[in-house]
């Protein structure tokens, strides 16, 4: 049950676009279609963005995007907003088991 | 509208135990899994526990087991964690969430703070 491993940090300015990868193994990330990604904002409780690897809920704008390759996922956010900057975290189920990143720090400049 | 309150949290002494509630409405609890994840003060999420939808099954953090239960009772739409032998790292926020489509929808959590 090791976390999954994301870059502590990513910036980017209004209107570019971000990626922040999260890298398993194949026995989390790599084995199971189970990837989400979640934002949350300080104070706040978290918010799913993407589930499933690349299937967006309704009322998460489709700037917002996911994929996976082998035992490495990623989220890719373009056209950043102001609103964006949060803290985001994936997550992989991992046979009974979940398993989360470490988070991630967007930094809107 | 889905709503899930979490209740039960406090300050306890190391050694100390704890239930905490999960109460759901708005979807139909019997249907769907539920997980607990916590947040330490400043830290990232972690995942607790989670039980499957009638409560036959259940599944836990290397870190917890043997200490915490997860149950729930789906006649009142309710979901448990008993924590136990609580330590200092147990500190944390501590959220429900209902399964499908990820964790799709959580609480806003409660606050365990263990300290003598």
């Known amino acids: ?109 | 509208e889905v709503q899930l309150v979490e209740s039960g949290g406090g300050l306890v002494q190391p050694g100390g135990s704890l239930r905490l509630s999960c109460a759901a409405s708005g979807f139909t609890f019997s249907s769907y899994w539920m997980h607990w994840v916590r947040q330490a003060p400043g830290k990232g999420l972690v995942w607790v526990s989670r039980i499957n939808s009638d409560g036959s099954s259940t599944s836990y953090a290397d870190s917890v087991k043997g200490r915490f239960t997860i149950s729930r009772d789906n006649a009142k739409n309710t979901l448990y964690l008993q924590m136990n032998s609580l330590r200092a790292e147990d500190m944390a926020v501590y959220y429900c969430a209902r399964d499908g489509g990820g964790l799709h929808y959580w609480g806003q959590g409660t606050l365990v703070t263990v300290s003598s």
Request: a neutral charge; glycine letters at 12%; proline letters at 6%.
């Open chain 1, 1 to 109: 049950q090791s976390a999954l491993t994301q870059p502590r940090s990513v910036s980017g300015s209004p209107g570019q676009s971000v990626t922040i990868s999260c890298a398993g193994t194949s026995s989390d990330v790599g084995g199971y279609n189970y990837v989400s990604w979640y934002q949350q904002h300080p104070g706040k409780a978290p918010k799913v963005m993407i589930h499933d690897v690349s299937e967006r809920p309704s009322g998460v704008p489709d700037r917002f995007s996911g994929s996976k390759s082998g035992n490495t996922a990623s989220l890719t956010i373009s056209g950043l907003q102001a609103e964006d900057e949060a803290d985001y975290y994936c997550c992989s189920y991992a046979g009974r088991y979940v398993v989360f990143g470490g988070g991630t720090k967007l930094t809107v400049l």
